[in-house]
């Protein structure tokens, strides 16, 4: 006797917590084969061929949730994730503006928005849309506090805890979106405001 969808994709999802995207990617295969349509494993899908760096076919799964439900938050922001990895930038912009249509707070948008027009040199425009002088501020410190205990011979997987521990607060769909949007700003920026984040990273890269 077959398996039903929601078993299968309850399966699906014990392989990803489990930390295997393959066996869970076999399963929702195995839905999609039986339903195409299924929207559920379509995200699920989508979401590990972009883990595993297959943006393209990461969309595709996208595309075939949107023409569903074109309004989507899950499969527009992974969608435009994808795309800005691909340095697709304008239609990276273009999927999360139409989630802030629908979501104006969604702070993942706002996030990945600013990541997007960081990376295509528009960074005062993405820093306008941030709008959020508390959270540079934050992010000034933790560059400043880090530059300061590493200089003590601090254990680099301190840094790496720290790290992660502030973009899990940050909103950002990944970790890499997320050191992808702050690097280009420090990299980018003349601003006095960033003069101490843009030293304590340089001197971080140089230990």
């Known amino acids: 006797m077959e398996e039903s969808s929601n078993l299968l994709l309850q399966k699906g999802q014990k392989f990803l917590n489990l930390g295997n995207p393959k066996e869970a990617l ?37 595309n075939k949730v949107l023409s569903q439900e074109e309004s989507n938050l899950i ?15 304008e239609i990276s912009i273009s999927c999360n503006d139409k989630v802030l249509k629908i979501k104006p707070q969604n702070t993942t948008a706002v996030y990945n928005k600013a990541s997007s027009l960081v990376k295509s040199n528009k960074i005062q425009e993405g820093l306008n849309i941030l709008g959020d002088s ?11 506090e880090t530059w300061d205990i590493a200089g003590k011979n601090n254990p680099y997987d301190w840094y790496i805890k720290s790290w992660e521990n502030v973009w899990k607060n940050s909103r950002f769909v990944t970790p890499n979106a997320f050191s992808d949007y702050w690097q280009n700003i420090w990299k980018n920026s003349s601003e006095e405001f960033f003069k101490r984040s843009a030293e304590a990273m340089k001197k971080m890269n140089n230990l």
Do not use: C
Not at 75 to 89: D, I, R, S, T, V
């Open 26 to 62: 076999e399963i929702y295969e195995i839905i999609l084969k039986n339903e195409p349509q299924n929207i559920e494993a379509l995200i699920k899908k989508g979401h590990i061929l972009g883990m595993t760096g297959r943006y393209v076919q990461a969309i595709d799964s996208y």
């Open 75 to 89: 499969a527009l922001l992974n969608k435009g994730l994808a795309h800005h990895y691909l340095k697709e930038y």
């Open 134 to 144: 508390e959270m540079l501020e934050k992010f000034n410190d933790l560059w400043a």
